[in-house]
């Protein structure tokens, strides 16, 4: 039996034990994709995450697909329109043909080899290039409107983009596809595009406030009872997953096991050996089969499945007053509760009902009116919390208040995966990435809404709290760090020791610590699949993350706790090029402070060799432990001392390494006084 007949026969099963009678009874789905930027996110990538949803193997009538535009672009809404005229005829050729790999520019790339169940005929070739000529054709004309975008003529169907700013303006929803529309045969889901309104008296609250506008908006239209999250560059990469996630969210006995269905994460095209440490291929597999052990994956922003009453703050049962006192949301609320809790919307109030009660809406008919509607509630004075807001990780703290009601979460991992992005090529996004985590995380860890108090005051277990506490303290990690890689430096500066000598049997413990943590990582890389290399990078940018990206979270959560300045959301830029021109994972820098600790870190180990090497006495070992100590933590930092004497993006800016200088020598001078 294939994968897809596989698939459907056990969602028979589930359908059969949800009380419905066959895979045509698949419940709807919502699809929703975020963009915040056309520069930093390229219109072409979400153009393809867009096409590979419409692509799915799945009821087309049973589908909507929401894109979330906050740059309020006519570039980003001209792709969408040109690509769902592209999707007409790729969609029946994906369909016709079993094609697995539905995002196009994926499909068409040289590196990949033509999969269907096709033998190659005649036939197919002519209708492959046809598909791969019209993909160019597509492709052509987005990169088009990018270089001309100061030459459009805002008229017509572009006309409302006239005269609009990126952060002050009216919202923004065209059908761009109505499956209703008189002459369209084509089996394609809805399409639909979302531009919230923006004004500078109200906070926007990033990705959270655009996920809940599109909740709301596709609430109104089609309130699907299952809604999806992606990226705008994490395209599908098994058309089959939203089959795999029914299996998943249909076939529990229980809907408390399954509040939502998680994917983990994976790139496309990611460099050889993972020079920046931010494929997560081990992680995925330890991390993700640990706390899928008891069930509570946690929700990661993106490639998730939700049940939408889960989202509008629904629990899994009554769960005393205490519970309902925190989340006071339950399918028989009066209309007063309901007022108060979804805004001054007649219709949205009635489409948050039936999703409460587990019913769905009948298929929108008539579109226009419902988005007429839907303007009320996306603009920024209609405020209604269902992604949580409070930290820049907004899918972790969802995450955790929705495990905190008492719902649990899955773990899929199909093969092939499920949903492919792309990872950062270069140190200044890879670092601001991770600084945005650290920073999120520890706004989570420290707020009112930590792991530890809803353990206390809800209904989070302790081994999920647990579990929790273990991915929110990566920023605090930055600071042992830190001391650990500073502390032999000022050993050799003061000429003392933390570590035994070399003739002294203590010191083998250490030599044992040391070589357990090494052997045991290294089992886990090698059954992972992946090469000595690739676990040498992932350990020295652990080191390097630490000490430069999460410490500078670390302080920003600092200043924001003392009210001296917020944190701010980073945009991470998206990069579909996988080009070789002989520099790719080569370490980058810029000007920003995130590469200061690090530089000090470096400058004052050589600052310390030197002095050190310089009266050490060979004979007795005296502070070789320390020594070696050094070495090693420069030895991590290697890029960075490459970085000292390269130029252009490869070399750090001389004004990094004069604020990097300054801090080290009053390091030493406080260090040799002390």
């Given at each position: 039996?294939?994968?897809?007949g ?6 028979s099963?589930?359908?059969r034990?949800?009380?419905l ?9 919502d699809?929703f994709?975020?963009?915040a930027d ?7 990538l ?7 949803l419409?692509?799915?193997?799945y009821?087309?009538?049973?589908l909507?697909c ?6 309020c ?20 050729f994906?369909k016709k043909y079993n ?13 990949l080899i033509?999969?269907?169940s096709?033998?190659?005929s005649?036939?197919?070739q002519?209708e492959?290039?046809k598909?791969?000529?019209?993909y ?11 270089e001309?975008?100061?030459e459009?003529?805002?008229i ?8 609009m ?8 929803i ?7 529309e008189a002459?369209l045969?084509e ?9 919230r309104e ?6 926007h609250?990033y990705?959270?406030?655009a996920m809940?506008?599109l909740?709301?908006v ?6 699907a ?10 395209f ?8 795999h996630?029914?299996?998943l ?8 096991e399954?509040?939502f ?9 990611g460099?050889?050996?993972d020079?920046?440490g931010?494929?997560f291929?081990v ?9 899928a ?21 629904s629990?899994?049962?009554d ?13 028989d609320?009066?209309?007063e509760e309901?007022?108060?809790i979804f805004?001054d ?13 587990g ?6 008919k008539?579109?226009?009116n419902l ?9 920024c004075?209609y405020e209604?919390?269902?992604w949580?807001y409070?930290a820049?990780?907004?899918d972790?703290?969802?995450?955790l208040m ?5 719902w649990?979460?899955l ?14 090529r270069?140190?200044?996004i890879s ?5 945005r ?5 520890l ?5 009112r ?10 209904r ?7 579990a ?6 990566w ?5 042992p760090?830190l ?8 050993c050799t500066?003061?000429?003392s020791?933390?570590l ?10 250490y ?5 357990s ?6 089992i ?7 090469s000595?290399?690739?676990w ?5 940018m ?18 924001k ?6 944190t701010?959301?980073?945009?991470t830029q998206k ?7 002989g520099?790719?994972g ?14 000090t870190?470096?400058l004052?180990?050589?600052t ?6 310089r009266?050490?006495?060979?004979s ?5 432990g320390?020594?070696?100590c050094?070495?090693?933590v420069?030895i991590?930092?290697w ?18 390494i ?6 080290a020598l009053?390091f030493?001078?406080?260090a040799?006084r002390a």
């Open positions: 039996m294939d994968l897809l596989f698939s459907l026969s056990y969602v099963h589930a359908l034990s949800s009380g009678s066959m895979a045509q009874d698949l419940p709807p789905v699809m994709v975020t963009s056309p520069v930093l996110e390229p219109s072409i979400t153009v393809n995450t867009v096409i590979s419409l692509a799915v193997d009821p087309a009538d049973k909507a929401y894109v979330s535009d906050d740059g672009s006519p570039i980003t809404y001209y792709s969408l329109v040109e690509a769902s005229k592209f999707a007409k005829i790729w969609v029946p994906c094609i697995q790999t539905r995002a196009p520019f994926r499909y068409f790339s040289s590196e033509l999969t269907g096709c033998n190659y005649l036939e197919f002519q492959y290039n598909m791969k000529d019209g160019e054709e597509l492709a052509s004309k987005i990169k088009d409107a990018v001309k975008s100061m459009w003529d805002l017509g169907d572009f006309a409302i983009f006239s005269n700013e990126h952060k002050n303006h009216p919202t923004i065209k059908v761009i596809r109505d499956q209703n002459g045969s089996a394609l889901p809805h399409l639909i595009y979302v531009s923006k004004r500078p008296e109200h906070p609250r990705k959270a406030g809940n506008v909740t709301r596709s609430g109104l239209i089609t309130n009872p299952f809604m999806l999250n992606v990226d705008c560059d994490m599908v990469n098994n058309p089959q997953i939203f089959l996630a029914m299996c969210l249909l076939g529990s006995k229980n809907e408390r399954s509040g269905v998680q994917c983990p994460q994976y790139f496309y095209d460099l050889k050996d020079p920046f931010n494929q291929v992680g995925n597999k330890y991390m993700g089969r640990g706390v052990g008891i069930q509570v994956p946690f929700y990661e922003g993106t490639g998730c499945f939700h049940r939408r009453k889960v989202i509008y703050g629990c899994p049962d769960i005393g007053n205490q519970a309902k006192r925190l989340t006071p949301v339950h399918g609320l009066s209309y309901q007022l108060r805004g919307s007649k219709e949205f109030i009635r489409s948050a009902a039936y999703a409460l009660q019913k769905e809406n009948i298929s929108p008539n579109l226009p988005v007429e509607a839907a303007h009320q509630v996306a603009g004075g209604y919390v269902g949580q409070g820049a990780t907004e972790v703290l969802t995450g929705i495990h905190g009601r008492g649990r979460s773990f899929c991992t199909p093969d092939p995966r499920a949903f492919l992005g792309c990872a950062p270069g140190g200044p670092m601001a990435q991770q600084k985590w650290a920073t999120g995380l706004e989570i860890l420290i707020g809404r930590s792991p530890i108090v809803t353990t206390v005051t809800a989070l277990q302790l081994r999920h709290c647990l929790y506490l273990s991915l929110l303290t920023g605090l990690r930055s600071i760090e001391c650990y890689a500073v502390l032999p430096a000022y500066i003061t000429d020791s933390f035994p000598e070399v003739h002294e049997p203590a010191i083998y413990i030599m044992a610590l040391f070589l943590y090494v052997i045991y990582t290294l886990e890389y090698h059954e992972t699949g992946l000595i290399r690739a040498w990078n992932n350990q020295r652990a080191r390097i993350n630490a000490m430069n990206a999460w410490l500078c979270g670390f302080i920003s959560v600092i200043l706790v003392f009210r001296i300045s917020d701010v959301f980073e945009v990069d579909q090029s996988s080009s070789n021109d520099d790719e080569r370490f980058t820098f810029d000007a920003s402070l995130i590469f200061v600790p690090g530089t870190v470096l004052l180990q050589l310390a060799l030197i002095m050190g090497f009266g050490m006495q060979l007795d070992g005296s502070g070789l320390e020594r070696l050094s070495i090693m420069v991590c930092f890029p960075f001392l490459k970085g000292l004497f390269a130029k252009g993006k490869y070399g750090i800016p001389l004004s990094t004069f604020k990097s200088a300054f801090l009053c030493v001078l406080l040799k």
